[in-house]
């Protein structure tokens, strides 16, 4: 996938995802396509992060990044297939294969590039698998299934 300037700004995330406010981690969406997105964040700098614990940020966060991306990844798979109306809540339900390579993510200085690849998706979820990066190092990846909540919008 070819590197480009953001596409979508976060304002155009959060009219994409459940996640508001200071939930929302993303800031930014730098490419995707029908398989992969890369998104970009420092939402792990702000000390009102509200998944911060004890004033960390521990480096489990790196799932709920990536799961906000996997979000706006279907978001904008539903709106290129014309179908926003039936754009559906999903949920995190399986992490396999999950490497933290730092403690905290909030020991990185600069912005986090996420990246996630679809590697199945059924009519009742998606798997992907994803990875974290600061300043071009690898700090998490792993695998994970979303699942769909029927009949939800």
Not at 8 to 36: F, K, M, N, Y
Request: hydrophobic residues 45%; negative net charge; glycine residues 6%.
């Amino acid at each position: 996938m070819p590197e480009s300037q953001k596409i979508l700004d976060r304002e155009a995330i959060l009219a994409r995802v459940p996640h508001q406010g200071e939930s929302c981690l993303l800031d930014t969406v730098s490419c995707w396509d029908l398989q992969r997105i890369v998104c970009e964040s420092r939402a792990h700098l702000l000390a009102r992060n509200p998944y911060r614990i004890d004033g960390r940020l521990p480096a489990v966060c790196a799932v709920e990044l990536a799961a906000q991306c996997f979000a706006v990844h279907a978001a904008l798979k539903a709106d290129a297939a014309g179908t926003v109306r039936s754009r559906r809540h999903g949920y995190l339900v399986s992490v396999r294969g999950l490497a933290l390579l730092v403690n905290t993510l909030d020991e990185c200085s600069g912005t986090l590039r996420i990246e996630a690849e679809e590697i199945s998706a059924e009519q009742d979820g998606m798997l992907y698998s994803f990875s974290l990066q600061h300043q071009d190092v690898k700090i998490a990846q792993g695998r994970a299934a979303v699942a769909f909540v029927p009949g939800a919008q």
